[in-house]
């Protein structure tokens, strides 16, 4: 995609979409950024990562001016922390090892992505057994 007005109509459905979802977008930026501007792989998840770091500065900032921070515990935030961080050099290490040269197969591209949402709503599914039975997501 070269045309700008297009650029700007497919980051706002990412946007709205992501929003919608309650995720960062990851794998739907993925998605986007592998079919319609012809990124490999690695291009793709390495720009995934700017716009999710930009998204998520922008919701955070909201949430501070709007004063809805909602009480967590510093303990499970912290351990979060740092599976991220050792996530991410784990991550890193078995990505160097990877080679675009075969490319990505686009079929199995939309799986991937179907599953990582699909884990992200089983995980938040589980988490909220513990509410109220009118507080659980179906």
């Known amino acids: 995609v070269q045309n700008a007005a297009a650029c700007v109509i497919i980051g706002l459905t990412l946007g709205l979409l992501s929003a919608f979802l309650g995720i960062g977008g990851g794998p739907i930026n993925l998605a986007v950024l592998y079919y ?10 390495l720009n995934s990562l700017y716009v999710i770091l930009f998204s998520q500065a922008a919701s955070f900032i909201n949430t501070l001016v709007r004063g809805t921070v909602p009480e967590f515990d510093w303990l499970v935030l912290i351990a979060m922390c ?3 961080v050792l996530g991410g050099i784990l991550g890193r290490s078995i990505s160097a090892r990877l080679t675009n040269k075969g490319g990505v197969d686009r079929n199995l591209l939309v799986r991937y992505c179907g599953m990582v949402m699909e884990s992200f709503a089983t995980i938040e599914n589980f988490l909220s057994l513990g509410a109220s039975s009118s507080q659980l997501i179906v």
């Open 36 to 45: 319609f501007f012809s990124m490999d792989s690695k291009t793709a998840a």
């Open 82 to 84: 740092v599976g991220g």
